[in-house]
């Protein structure tokens, strides 16, 4: 099918101008400048700034609340192994790309809480 079809001609594409005193800071200044002039973008760094940050108290107050309701550290590093493999098998697994990652991951979770 694309065998007959043939291109035209174009033009040469323009010369650029070379600057010999270019500094080796001006490329990341005009990345900055490029991407954080727009405010969607900067919503956007500052949402997933804001959700990183929130769920930090959580993964660093764990341990101590684990330990005051008398858990054992071994159970506890046990239910964590779990869980966050979990998250990993049916992310990356082919049944977890076929069906919604939502669906595969709840049957899972419900596998793994009658296991215990």
Not at 30 to 45: D, G, V
Not at 82 to 110: E, K, M, P, Q
Request: glycine share 6%; charged share 20%.
């Amino acid at each position: 099918m694309c065998l007959r079809i043939k291109e035209g001609k174009y033009p040469p594409p323009p010369l650029r101008e070379v600057s010999r005193n270019v500094l080796p800071i001006s490329p990341v200044k005009a990345y900055f400048k490029e991407c954080y002039a727009n405010p969607y973008y900067l919503w956007i760094f500052l949402a997933l700034t804001l959700g990183s940050l929130s769920r930090r108290p959580v993964n660093i107050f764990s341990v101590f609340y684990a330990k005051s309701i008398g858990m054992d550290m071994t159970a506890y590093g046990l239910l964590l192994v779990t869980t966050h493999g979990s998250r990993l098998d049916y992310r990356f697994s082919s049944a977890g790309w076929r069906i919604n990652f939502t669906r595969c991951g709840s049957v899972w979770r419900r596998w793994q809480s009658t296991r215990w």
